[in-house]
């Protein structure tokens, strides 16, 4: 069968070697926060601190996924998934970001991902969804260059120790959130609020991007490497000219900060210009820091929820760009976000597939030889069992139907798409919201670690072992 070739069967089919996959991380899902000689991260640091997380809510136990992850393999075999994307937990197997790995943690990521290959499914390791060691944050964090040097030596003794089984990598997840929001709002760890400081953890990440990509290929020759960004699909409110502005704001500081070093190898002027007042670029960028930056790729790694609707005018009335005490948008802090009218996921985030469709097309254009890979995309529902003990969320298959047709219908007209992970195998810690979102297609109840899969899981498992959707 060719790419495009479709059964007359009423289902849109995808590409025989479509990964069907889901996924999930580890300061998310694993727990056992300090067995086996893990240090504390930022993350835990950060929801230890009151007012920080929703109900106080930790990682420390999580779904317990450090001791189930048996079960949790066995759920997605079962389901018929042919790939699973999980990260490694910096702190689990380089405790303090310094020095030799330590074999317990690596262990467990051996064992992890040899039950995964048994089960069939393919691993895809991110290096870092977020948990930065606390001592490296002491150290200063991303805003200090030497956090992305030790990035670098991470990235490589973990592709030492697992590069035997695993060849898809993933470096980061998400930097914009890990400078951003880490550095810039402070809704996330380790809650810091300056807007150069967010400036120059997103350069950092940019280094420690190139390094890692750079210490994979030499531990890992034959390695599938990516990069997950969440890409933000910026959408002008009105067609005025200081709307177009707004939305050209965003797109710079939001998306172009890391596209434009990964894969082109430069920063674009007008995101140096918009920033020129809080960091000396000449000075934070060193000579070979973007060429570095840009180290070949594989396939680029999109995670896509919600797109952002916005004006050059306030007052915002977005629920999915809140901002925290401090701004997300260095130099851009007075550009307004909108929450249209419609449907929206119980996150508050308004669902709109065409989004996901606009935003692969517009990195196809960009980069025509790049594979594509959707890393992340899913719904948080007020997902509850039945009293027969089911959990039903049709909604959730709704937005997962909608989703995969925008995927199909980009892969139709020409877009490489490689794989659909969806976010997320199974309910877990949700950031600053705790354990109050649930996004998972496997229910999990958080006093008994018990799953429950929901019908949504049963309708992408489906999926995965037709390779197909039914037709909308
Ligand atoms: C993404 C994160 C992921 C999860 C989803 C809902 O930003 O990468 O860990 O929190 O959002």
Not at 138 to 147: E, K, S
Not at 164 to 182: I, K, M, Q, Y
Not at 243 to 257: F, P, Y
Not at 401 to 426: C, E, K, N, P
Request: hydrophobic letters at 40%.
């Amino acid at each position: 069968m060719t790419r495009s070739a479709r059964p007359d069967d009423g289902l849109l089919h995808f590409p025989p070697d479509f990964l069907w996959g889901a996924a999930t991380s580890a300061y998310q899902i694993e727990g056992a926060a300090a067995e086996d000689g893990r240090t504390p991260s930022i993350w835990d640091t950060f929801s230890a601190t009151p007012g920080k997380v929703h109900h106080g809510d930790t990682g420390a136990v999580a779904v317990d996924h450090y001791h189930r992850f048996r079960e949790d393999v066995a759920l997605m075999r079962d389901l018929g998934l042919s790939a699973y994307r999980f990260s490694i937990a910096w702190p689990r197997v380089q405790p303090t970001g310094h020095g030799p790995g330590v074999e317990r943690g690596l262990d467990f990521y051996r064992r992890l991902v040899d039950a995964l290959l048994e089960a069939g499914l393919t691993p895809v390791a991110t290096l870092y969804h977020w948990d930065l060691p606390q001592e490296l944050e002491d150290a200063g964090g991303w805003p200090a260059r030497d956090t992305a040097e030790r990035f670098g030596a991470y990235a490589a003794l973990a592709a030492e120790a697992l590069g035997d089984r695993v060849s898809h990598w993933t470096t980061l997840n998400e930097p914009w959130c890990s400078a951003f929001l880490g550095y810039g709002s402070g809704v996330h760890a380790p809650g810091r609020t300056d807007p150069a400081d967010a400036l120059r953890a997103a350069h950092h990440l940019n280094l420690a991007h190139g390094r890692a990509a750079a210490a994979v290929r030499a531990a890992v020759p034959d390695a599938r490497l990516s990069v997950s960004l969440n890409l933000h699909q910026v959408r002008p409110l009105t067609d005025s000219a200081a709307d177009a502005e707004a939305a050209r704001r965003i797109d710079a500081v939001g998306n172009r900060v890391f596209l434009g070093p990964m894969l082109h190898g430069r920063y674009d002027d007008d995101l140096l210009g918009d920033t020129a007042h809080l960091v000396d670029w000449d000075r934070l960028i060193q000579p070979g820091d973007t060429v570095a930056a840009h180290a070949p790729l594989d396939a680029l790694g999109i995670n896509y929820y919600t797109p952002a609707w916005v004006s050059a005018d306030g007052p915002s009335t977005s629920v999915a760009h809140g901002t925290g005490s401090g701004s997300p948008w260095p130099g851009s802090e007075s550009v307004a976000f909108h929450q249209p009218a419609g449907p929206a996921s119980s996150m508050g985030w308004p669902i709109d597939a065409t989004g996901l469709f606009d935003l692969l097309s517009r990195v196809h254009r960009e980069r025509p030889d790049l594979p594509l890979l959707i890393t992340e995309n899913g719904m948080a529902c007020d997902d509850y069992p039945t009293p027969e003990g089911e959990v039903r969320d049709p909604e959730r298959i709704a937005y997962l139907q909608d989703h995969l047709t925008a995927v199909h219908r980009a892969i139709a007209a020409g877009i490489d798409v490689r794989g659909y992970f969806q976010w997320s195998l199974m309910d877990n810690f949700e950031w600053a919201y705790g354990y109050a979102k649930r996004f998972g297609v496997i229910y999990v109840d958080f006093a008994t670690q018990r799953r429950t899969l929901k019908s949504s899981a049963y309708w992408y498992g489906e999926a995965a072992r037709k390779g197909a959707i039914p037709t909308p």
